[in-house]
Each structure stands twice: as structure tokens, then as C-alpha cells.
């Protein structure tokens, strides 16, 4: 045996380790789902028991007008953390239609040149739209695809991601009010109650403030990221891969564009905008179930109608085989392994048009 054949049979051997770890690892994070989201429901529980039965009592009286705006306001935030909590979990996220598939007239994708502009999923063997992306844990395509969270046994798409958003924007809203309510009797001048006399109440209300605090950091960077993503119109998926499409466009002297960023207030509209009528900034405020507007396959485009971003979805143009182009009937057995590889995961890809 030569060295290049024992080589490549040792690559080929730790792909096969790699792969194989990558599918328990995906097994595992799915089997664990209930159990993410009952430690969610767990530590969310424990915060509003330790609220309501030692922080609040201790700030102000429950029968006292700021007792009673305090329990409102309170089961306010509870009420649209579990709400869209829910919603985001119960929601699936989307996936494409059966637009393209092997033996899909492919003309329908030619944009004014004739070539077609499509990216192809090997795994689903169907059309990708932009920002949609193959989840190996759903194992199926999500359009506009974020990430797969385990917290939501879940992946985040199109049609739960404004749920998935507005949950963190209260809980986080909710931990900050939880710390300012929690350091009144911990470092206020005129507390309520004294340590030594309550020890079991000062405990209590320690471990919320320490709890609401942490989870208060992590969440300012989760929410905090969501909302850059949001004003870029990107996805987390999509961020790693633009940024690398901006390297290689400024090392051949060009600047690279984000065809589906309209402006940080309308990319914001996009977002929680929806098919019904309405005021779309009541969409962040108020616990409210309604479809995202669009279909998740087409998105609006600085370079035009929001039927180009579908059509030319900035990538390379691909060179099928000529055979199923001419007459739009399905490909013979050479010609659809053809397909498979030239539309394979194009992740990398870009379209020069998307370069000023």
C-alpha cells in the first residue's frame, strides 16, 4: 500500500469518525429538548416564586396601590415571557415547497440571461430560497433559518423567530426589573426588613438578585446580537457566511452588499410586520399570534422586486446539464448526478452583482 492510498484511507477514516460523532451529538441535542425546556420552566418558576413570596414583600405592601401596580406589571412580563415562550416552540419554522426537484421543469428559475440562479439541497433534493439552510437535527431545510435551539427543542425560522425575539426581549426586560426590585432591600438606605431578624427572606431575595443578574448578562448578549442581526436583515447562519463573501470582495478590490438590507427600520418592519392589518410596532409590545408577512421564500431586495432575490439569490451561476434545460423534462441517470453536484450546498458562493 502507498502512502498517498494509506493517507487518503486515513482521511477518509476520520471523516467517517467525524461524521459519526456529529450524528450522536445531533441525537443527543434532540432526545434532550423536553429536558432544556423543562430546566427552562424550572429556573423561570424559581425566579417568579423567590418574586412574589420574598422580593416584593419585602419592597412594598401587596394591599398598597404600589403593592397592586407592581403584581400588574409583573404578571405582565410573566404573562409575554411564557406567551410567546410557547408560541415559539409550538410554531414550526417553515420549510420550501417542492418548488425544484429532479424532475422539475428548471426553466422556470432562468433569470433574463437563461441561466438558472438556484441553490439546491442534496440532502431534501429541493430548492433552497435565500437564508434557508439544511438543519442536520430536524434533518429537513428551514427557511430563514437561524439556528436550531435546544432551549426551544426547535429550530428558529421564518415563522417563529419574531416569537423567539420578542421572549427574549421580555425576559430580559424581566430580569432587569427583577435586580432593580431585588437590590432595594439588599442596598437600599431604608430597607424594609433586617438581615439577621429574616434570615430565610434576605436569602431568598440574595439568591433572585444573584440569579436575575447572571441570567441578566447572558441575555444582553443573546438580545443583544438578535437585534444587530435584525437591523442587517442577516441570520446567524448567514452573518458567518456574508462575512466571508465581504473577505473575499475587498481582496479583489470590490465591496461586497447585503442585497436584502433595506435600511434598519424597514429591515426591523420586516421582521415583526404581518399578514394582518395593524400597526407592526404593537407586534413587539402585545402577546399577538399572527403569520409573519410573505411566504419565507421571497424577501424584498435593494436590487429590485422581492421575486429577484429569489430568482437571482446572489450566488454563481451554475452550468446544468443541458439536456433537462432544452425540454424542461426530467434528467436521465447521468444528468441527474450532474444536478446534484453542481447544486450541492453552495453555502460559499456569491453573486457578482451583489459587488459595487
Known amino acids: 500500500m502507498s502512502v498517498r492510498t494509506l493517507i487518503r484511507h486515513l482521511h477518509f477514516m476520520w471523516a467517517a469518525f467525524i461524521l459519526r460523532v456529529q450524528a450522536i451529538l445531533d441525537a443527543a441535542v434532540k432526545t434532550a429538548g423536553p429536558l432544556y425546556i423543562?430546566?427552562?420552566?424550572?429556573?423561570?418558576?424559581?425566579?417568579?416564586?423567590?418574586?412574589?413570596?420574598?422580593?416584593?414583600?419585602?419592597?412594598?405592601?401587596?394591599?398598597?396601590?404600589?403593592?397592586?401596580?407592581?403584581?400588574?406589571?409583573?404578571?405582565?412580563?410573566?404573562?409575554?415571557?411564557?406567551?410567546?415562550?410557547?408560541?415559539?416552540?409550538?410554531?414550526?419554522?417553515?420549510?420550501?415547497?417542492?418548488?425544484?426537484d429532479v424532475g422539475d421543469d428548471l426553466s422556470k428559475f432562468e433569470t433574463a440571461s437563461g441561466i438558472p440562479q438556484i441553490r439546491w439541497c442534496k440532502r431534501c433534493r429541493r430548492s433552497k430560497p435565500p437564508m434557508t439552510h439544511h438543519c442536520h437535527i430536524c434533518?429537513?431545510?428551514?427557511?430563514?433559518?437561524?439556528?436550531?435551539?435546544?432551549?426551544?427543542?426547535n429550530c428558529i425560522g421564518y415563522n417563529n423567530y419574531r416569537y423567539f425575539l420578542v421572549f427574549l426581549l421580555y425576559l430580559w426586560a424581566g430580569c432587569i426589573y427583577t435586580v432593580c426590585m431585588a437590590s432595594i432591600p439588599l442596598f437600599g438606605t431604608s430597607a424594609h426588613f433586617l438581615f439577621p431578624q429574616e434570615p430565610t427572606q434576605a436569602n431568598g431575595v440574595l439568591f433572585t438578585f444573584v440569579l436575575s443578574l447572571a441570567l441578566f448578562g447572558s441575555l444582553s448578549c443573546l438580545l443583544g446580537w438578535h437585534i444587530y442581526l435584525v437591523l442587517t436583515a442577516q441570520t446567524t447562519i448567514d452573518f458567518y457566511s456574508n462575512r466571508q463573501r465581504r473577505r473575499d470582495a475587498r481582496r479583489s478590490g470590490q465591496v461586497w452588499v447585503n442585497e436584502f438590507d433595506m435600511g434598519k427600520i424597514q429591515n426591523l418592519r420586516n421582521v415583526f410586520e404581518t399578514n394582518s392589518s395593524g400597526i407592526w410596532w404593537l407586534r413587539i409590545l402585545l402577546p399577538f399570534r399572527a403569520s409573519p408577512k410573505g411566504d419565507g421564500v421571497r424577501f424584498p431586495s435593494r436590487y429590485g422586486s422581492s421575486d429577484a432575490a429569489f430568482?437571482?439569490?446572489?450566488?454563481?451561476?451554475?452550468?446544468?446539464?443541458?439536456?433537462?434545460?432544452?425540454?424542461?423534462?426530467?434528467?436521465?441517470?447521468?444528468?441527474?448526478?450532474?444536478?446534484?453536484?453542481?447544486?450541492?450546498d453552495s453555502e460559499d458562493n456569491w453573486r457578482s452583482d451583489n459587488m459595487v
Open 139 to 153: 434533518k429537513r431545510c428551514i427557511l430563514k433559518m437561524d439556528h436550531h435551539c435546544p432551549w426551544m427543542h
Open 38 to 100: 423543562l430546566l427552562a420552566l424550572s429556573l423561570l418558576s424559581c425566579i417568579i416564586y423567590l418574586y412574589y413570596t420574598t422580593v416584593l414583600p419585602a419592597v412594598h405592601d401587596l394591599h398598597s396601590v404600589e403593592g397592586l401596580a407592581h403584581l400588574f406589571l409583573s404578571a405582565w412580563l410573566i404573562y409575554n415571557v411564557f406567551f410567546n415562550y410557547f408560541w415559539c416552540i409550538q410554531t414550526d419554522p417553515g420549510s420550501p415547497p417542492m418548488t425544484v
Open 311 to 344: 430568482d437571482a439569490n446572489h450566488l454563481h451561476h451554475h452550468d446544468l446539464p443541458s439536456s433537462s434545460l432544452a425540454n424542461g423534462s426530467a434528467p436521465d441517470s447521468r444528468d441527474a448526478i450532474t444536478l446534484e453536484r453542481v447544486l450541492a
